[in-house]
């Protein structure tokens, strides 16, 4: 059975290997490739983001009884990523890779910081308060959809 921290950990680590295929194409002045890059990265974190927001969050809530633990904290950095990738997007179309790469490195911290927290927090959590229906969460995760 797998684990609902290793299941969304290796979606963490698909989403950093766009993001970083995005920035190799900046550097390269690649601006097509980039675009597709990053809008394939924004799909990706989306859906990620959905599995969260939509799955995996409200029912640990439910569990403990409680929306203002650490789901909380961790839907706000979503809103905040989420306006740093809008950003990320506009610098990629006026294609200033100065502009991009100033945002990519706040960008860049913010969501290790974040995948960070979840990894060795949240999802540790979840794995044990949610034991039991782990199989369903994850059927149930892989049916999002990315909508951007
Ligand atoms: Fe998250
Ligand atoms: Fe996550």
Redesign the pocket.
Known sequence: MTAISRF??S??KRCDDLFANTETSVNDGQWDQAAASLNAFVDAVER??N??EKVLFPTFEKAIGSTEGPTRV?RMEHEQMRSMMALLKDALMKRDADEFFGHSDTFNTMVQQ??MK??TI??QMTDRVLSGQQEQLISEMNGIVATS
């Open positions: 969304l950990g979606d963490h990620h983001f599995m969260e961790m974040h995948n979840e990894e949240l999802y």
